[in-house]
């Protein structure tokens, strides 16, 4: 169950973040180029070091 849960948390973040750069009126090649980037950095970084990477952002 974890696995779907986590899946589903994370195409949910990648929703949020095509939605933001629509927004921002990025081209869909940039936006295709950011997604992927940002799903492989699911697969190499974990709950935890995200959040503790949120938190030290000045974003």
């Known amino acids: 169950m974890l696995g779907n849960e986590s899946k589903w948390v994370n195409n949910a973040c ?12 990025y081209r869909p090649e940039e936006i295709q180029k950011i997604i992927r980037a940002i799903g492989r950095t699911f697969d190499m970084t974990s709950g935890s070091e995200a959040g503790q990477k949120y938190l030290k952002s000045p974003y």
């Not at 990648?14 to 009126?25: C, H």
């Open 14 to 25: 990648l929703v949020y973040a095509i939605k933001g750069l629509e927004n921002l009126e």
